[in-house]
């Protein structure tokens, strides 16, 4: 008997149920004495009730019968204690998220009991109880449908007038706590997704709606917090700028995603209001007139923020109406956003400000009053010959500014002569504006960046509906629109006078009125200029080669022959530079570089989007082999300027190929490794082609005795010898085997490649050499950090110093080293031959040519081009 009154209860029985119940009714006031017990009870109920729903419905019938939510509240009004409160917040929200049953939903949300808890006076100076509500809110909005919202709000006359569950959500929606603006922007999405009409009109009325308008006033300060960084940065370089950055720019784009989902939503005239905030807060008074003007108030935004946040915008916030507009409005001169941004003019210098009369080489079918309304910079335009690179160094400054330059202008004008960030952002914008698919064709067509596919499926729709002017234009040397003008500006005009009647901002006449074709060649001109710049990273130039392959027309009506020789130009001077480097530092791994490259390039150029998001215009471009001591003779500076170079000679390579309509090859055409020679110094020493490893057994012939010592008295005797095989080459220290002639053991070998041999002056005995590293840290941004230095320990060059018996001997060893870095150069300049030859380009479509000698072929036949 005794035994049956101590056994314990089964805590998930119904008997455990109504005990706890039981005991919770009789509980008058909650204080320190028993919170302990009704905090356990709390817990308890809940597992009851959670476990009841799947294995027992009288588990939750039994909780309706006592009305327990209603003792819940009761416990809520009685309690005196912080604890108490956490734990019912935290029954509930765990009742609401595991509750399966429909009908178990339904009641816990009748009653008005969970609005009394939603409307409660929490103290929310309690961080640990403000998440413990939010989590709360949330659970309630996760169980959202079109039969459980209407149990959560009151409507009068089928209007909703109260909806606690959103307007109590929507106080922390700028909490400075991120974990809680996430979850309050879970809770909206829940609400808005629902799809109940009465609600839609509920959040969308005055002053709920203002919740959108705060929306846009909360991005346009995280817009300015971003710029301040960014700014910053140019001074302050370092790993906590960019992470800063990254962070910042992580939280905006979390915003516009944001934006997206609600817009998604479907709810009438959200659109129109993110449209309406979006434009009249950020882009005409900040991010528009930031492009050309200097801020006269702090909270200005600078131009390559600028152009980052309208890449963002146009590609996240994907509103037709948002991006024609914008699209729109950089057809409007500077003067129209002067009044809306309290700036003044900059010194502002356009690549597009004086007019010329004359017409442009290869500009036979523009119209004179096409070509009136063609502007162009007399020292910039690509119809100059004059114009080969351009070096910041030598540009002159003008302080003059002229205010009615359109928008559209300035963006080409930082192509022209903008800095690297400039030139990128002003590249992410043409490319995101052509990968916009919310932007009209038209629209697209009158800014020059209608895709060629485009434009030739454009022409084919009106050449097979029977309009005559598409097939005219179809099969004629002028690809594009119509040639006045007017065809396009459809949806352009009603843009222009949304923007005049609704925004005040008025555009020239002018500049709409250009044809589509005077544009599209302004940007090509713009483009090519590019190509032509020295102080530009191959990052961009990358950049821009994919979109001028996007832009490239079918006919030569806009990409015309000068166009051809301004980059033929550039490919000539990149040869050359690159001619230099096979008697550089690193010519033993530049055909291997260059063919990384080529298939890097090829796979960018040829990709449907750009390689790199628009938020790599915050950073400047990343020096990879950067580090502690390293100055700009070192071999790791050298290494960063040849892959430099190779970049941007792959670029300029392949860009004359496609501008001739061929494809590109998988490989580009170089010849192979020559046989190795059998008078050779590496044959003659017995090296074989994985060349001279430590331990190994080598002849000494042409060896020269000398001394060195590693460390600091400990000076030891080799045989000095320096030795070619093909593109590789090493200086190696051997010791001599005493019981085998001519014979010794390679104990020390090192590149032969930029080894800088020097005599010393006062020593002449002595021979001092540069040893760099066989090969150079990673450059894949994946491995080195996508945005920022590479982490690497101080990179610093070794040094030998040999000390011979005689002069005689030094100079020996010096000539010898001398003669295999020839021969290395030659073979590496050899396989590069086909390469540079322009004119084998030109003409890839003859038959092949033979090698210049019976041991070479080619890699990569002539004919796959």
């Known amino acids: 008997m005794w035994f049956s009154f101590w056994r314990p209860r089964d805590r998930f029985s119904f008997d455990e149920l109504r005990y706890l119940t039981d005991q919770l009714v009789k509980i008058q006031v909650v204080n320190d004495v028993n919170k302990d017990f009704v905090i356990e009870a709390l817990r308890s109920i809940a597992e009851l009730i959670t476990y009841g729903d799947q294995h027992d419905t009288t588990f939750f019938e039994f ?3 006592k009305q327990i939510m209603g003792e819940f509240v009761r416990i809520l009004k009685i309690s005196r204690t912080m604890t108490v409160s956490l734990q019912l917040l935290q029954t509930i929200s765990i009742m609401i998220q595991n509750l399966k049953n429909e009908h178990a939903i339904y009641y816990m949300f009748s009653n008005e009991h969970m609005n009394y808890l939603i409307t409660y006076s929490f103290d929310f100076k309690n961080e640990e109880l403000l998440s413990y509500y939010i989590s709360f809110l949330r659970a309630i909005s996760g169980k959202l449908d079109r039969n459980t919202i209407s149990l959560l709000v009151k409507t009068e006359e089928d209007e909703v007038v109260s909806f606690p569950l959103y307007i109590e959500a929507i106080r922390f929606a700028f ?16 609400v808005y997704h629902v799809g109940d009409d009465s609600v839609n009109r509920y959040v969308t009325s005055v002053p709920h709606s203002d919740y959108f308008l705060d929306l846009v006033k909360f991005f346009r300060k995280q817009c300015i917090d971003l710029n301040v960084l960014v700014s910053d940065s140019t001074t302050n370089l370092g790993g906590d700028t960019t992470s800063s950055i990254t962070a910042a720019v992580d939280e905006i784009e979390d915003n516009l995603y944001y934006f997206s989902d609600i817009i998604s939503a479907g709810i009438p005239d959200v659109g129109r209001l993110f449209t309406e905030n979006i434009l009249r807060l950020l882009i005409f008074p900040l991010l528009l007139p930031s492009l050309t003007i200097e801020a006269v108030k702090e909270i200005q935004i600078g131009a390559v923020t600028s152009l980052y946040l309208i890449c963002c915008i146009l590609r996240i916030v994907k509103i037709k109406d948002l991006s024609n507009t914008i699209a729109a409005a950089l057809f409007c001169p500077l003067q129209a956003f002067l009044s809306k941004s309290g700036a003044k003019p900059n010194g502002y210098k356009s690549g597009y400000g004086v007019t010329h009369e004359i017409q442009p080489p290869g500009s036979n079918n523009l119209t004179k009053a096409e070509v009136g309304n063609l502007r162009v910079d007399s020292e910039n335009l690509s119809s100059s010959p004059q114009i080969q690179h351009v070096d910041a160094s030598v540009a002159t400054e003008n302080d003059s500014c002229d205010c009615h330059l359109s928008l559209r202008e300035a963006l080409l004008s930082f192509l022209t002569s903008g800095d690297d960030l400039q030139v990128s952002g002003s590249l992410s914008v043409l490319a995101t504006l052509l990968q916009t698919k919310e932007l009209d064709e038209s629209m697209s ?31 004629s040397s002028e690809s594009g629109s119509s040639r006045n003008g007017i065809e396009f500006g459809s949806e352009l005009d009603g ?34 200029s590019v190509f032509c710049r020295s102080n530009i990273s191959s990052e961009t130039l990358w950049d821009g080669g994919w979109l001028l392959r996007q832009l490239l027309p079918y006919s030569e009506a806009e990409f015309n022959w000068h166009h051809r020789n301004l980059l033929q130009e550039s490919y000539k001077n990149s040869a050359s530079a690159l001619i230099e480097e096979t008697r550089g530092l690193w010519p033993d791994i530049l055909t291997t570089v260059l063919c990384d490259e080529w298939k890097k390039c090829k796979r960018g150029i040829e990709a449907s989007s750009p390689r790199k998001e628009p938020k790599h215009i915050l950073f400047s471009p990343p020096k990879f082999f950067s580090g502690d001591g390293l100055t700009s003779d070192s071999s790791f500076a050298a290494g960063e300027r040849m892959y430099e170079l190779v970049k941007v000679f792959v670029l300029l390579h392949q860009l004359q190929i496609f501008s001739l309509g061929r494809s590109l090859p998988e490989q580009p055409p170089i010849y192979s490794p020559a046989d190795f020679l059998e008078n050779s110094r590496a044959n003659s020493a017995g090296i074989d082609a994985s060349g001279p490893k430590p331990g190994i057994e080598l002849r000494l012939v042409d060896a020269v005795p000398c001394r060195i010592a590693f460390e600091r008295g400990k000076e030891r005797h080799f045989c000095f010898l320096a030795i070619s095989l093909g593109e590789s080459g090493w200086v190696v220290l051997a010791e001599e085997l005493p019981l085998k002639q001519h014979y010794g053991v390679v104990r020390v070998a090192a590149p032969l490649a930029g080894c800088n041999p020097k005599i010393d002056d006062k020593h ?3 021979l001092h050499l540069r040893i760099r590293p066989s090969t150079l840290p990673s450059k894949d941004p994946v491995r080195s950090g996508a945005y920022g230095k590479v982490k690497t320990k101080a990179l610093v060059d070794g040094r030998w110093t040999l000390a011979f018996r005689d002069e005689e001997s030094c100079k020996s060893a010096l000539a010898m080293i001398l003669e295999e870095l020839n021969l290395q150069s030659t073979e590496v300049n050899r396989r590069l031959r086909p390469l540079l030859d322009l004119e084998t380009v030109v003409q890839s479509s003859n038959p092949p040519l033979g090698p210049p000698d019976a041991s070479s072929s080619y890699s990569s036949p002539y004919n796959s081009l």
């Open 495 to 528: 843009c222009l006078q949304k923007l005049k009647e609704q925004y005040g901002v008025s555009c020239s006449f002018l500049e709409v009125r250009a044809s589509p074709r005077v544009h599209r060649f302004q940007v090509l001109d713009a483009l090519v």
């Open 175 to 190: 909490h400075e706590e991120s974990m809680v603006r996430t979850a309050v922007r879970a809770l909206t999405l829940n």
């Open 764 to 766: 002449f005995k002595w």
């Open 445 to 475: 067509d009158a800014l020059g960046i209608l895709p060629q596919r485009k434009q030739h499926k454009k022409l084919l729709l009106q050449a097979l509906v029977g309009e005559s002017s598409g097939e005219e234009q179809l099969f």
């Open 63 to 65: 909780f309706m019968e």
